[in-house]
């Protein structure tokens, strides 16, 4: 790069390298299951967040997370449902500040599906945790248990839910990971949306995955590694 | 004398007999479909349609099989009734495709409870 190119047109071609992410993302359209086809255990679906990409500011992902899944403010921040959201972290030691999104983490031994009473909660084959409406009573143990706070419980009655999207007073619910789109080969709403390429999803089964490449030479985390929850969503630059 | 006694009883009889205003339609009135024909036989869907969709619901929820033959929201969206003001009618509607038998049969429905009982609107 010469001395006179600008910050803005470095700034520029970087992005333009994210945008080369498309291929990555045929990759996974490679990768969609026919309909016909049950979830595949060969596949774990997940997720690396970069937290030195993500902006404090920035809350595209949750954005978008509510519109793909319809879920809707009633005005009443307590008890309205969130899918995702932004914590932000403050060292005490050097200051250093964080954003991050934080969601269902998926974990491999789901501690919701661990004491859920009817079987409502569940794990499928390819890792994706989720909340069969069906069956569920609304007792939120699942929500207790849950060290990551990722689930809401459905507080009133809803209309005009999406159709891909079924919702309904009475269940608790979560991130479905956008099972819906996975399993067309789509990405998650959320790492569509983010556009810093802060969220990587992929198969960590997949040796040759972009995301289990990365996870291999780049130093990640988990929340709570301690749990030993084996975590989907997995994160990076979080070391304060 | 006889014959005019019983011509009167005929014509009680036929009068107790013939259809009044409270059975003139005894059936539901079942709005048509879009499509050209249901995924299975009428007469089987009618009598087993929440054993497909419970099936169906099963399979797409726990194993991720997302065929849209007997999917829901296939039905929703092929048997869509339009209101008067041209968008479909929700199932609160007696119009509604499900509403017109299932108010009919006095059987209650909780599907659209979570799931939509309209196709989405263009975004």
Redesign the interface.
């Known amino acids: 790069m010469s001395a006179t190119t600008s910050r803005r047109a470095f700034l520029a071609s970087a992005s333009a390298a994210v945008a080369t992410l498309a291929p990555g993302i045929t990759l996974i359209a490679a990768q969609a299951k026919p309909a016909d086809q049950p979830a595949s255990s060969a596949v774990r679906w997940g997720m690396l967040i970069d937290t030195t990409r993500c902006s404090q500011d920035c809350s595209a992902c949750v954005g978008a997370c509510n519109v793909e899944n319809g879920l809707g403010s009633h005005g009443r921040p307590q008890t309205d449902p969130q899918w995702i959201r932004k914590v932000d972290l403050t060292s005490k030691r050097t200051g250093q500040k964080l954003s991050l999104p934080v969601m269902c983490q998926h974990c491999e031994k789901p501690p919701c599906v661990d004491v859920c009473p009817t079987g409502a909660s569940f794990k499928r084959q390819d890792g994706i945790v989720l909340v069969d409406r069906h069956i569920c009573i609304g007792c939120r143990y699942c929500m207790m248990a849950c060290p990551y706070k990722a689930r809401s419980f459905v507080h009133e009655s809803l209309e005009n839910q999406r159709p891909h999207q079924p919702r309904g007073k009475g269940c608790v619910e979560g991130c479905t990971l956008c099972a819906h789109r996975v399993d067309e080969g789509k990405l998650p709403a959320c790492a569509e949306a983010c556009a810093s390429g802060a969220i990587l999803f992929g198969d960590l089964n997949d040796p040759k995955s972009e995301i289990a490449q990365k996870l291999r030479t780049l130093p990640t985390t988990q929340i709570r590694p301690e749990l030993k929850l084996n975590t989907a969503v997995r994160y990076g630059g979080l070391s304060i | 004398m006889k014959a005019s006694w019983l011509i009167a009883l005929l014509a009680m009889l036929v009068a107790g007999l013939g259809w009044g205003p409270a059975f003139a339609d005894p059936f539901p009135t079942i709005p048509k479909a879009k499509g050209e024909r249901c995924v299975e036989d009428p007469q089987y869907m009618r009598r087993n349609h929440m054993d497909i969709l419970r099936h169906q ?3 797409t ?8 033959k007997h999917s829901l ?1 296939e039905c ?2 092929c048997h869509a009734v339009d209101g008067k003001d041209g968008k479909p009618v ?1 199932v609160k509607s007696s119009q509604h495709f499900c509403s017109s038998c299932h108010e009919f049969a006095a059987v209650d429905i909780d599907c659209f ?4 009982s309209t ?2 609107a263009k975004r």
């Open positions: 619901r099963d399979d929820m726990r194993l991720g099989i997302r065929t849209t929201k929703v969206s929700t409870a979570c799931h939509a196709p989405e």
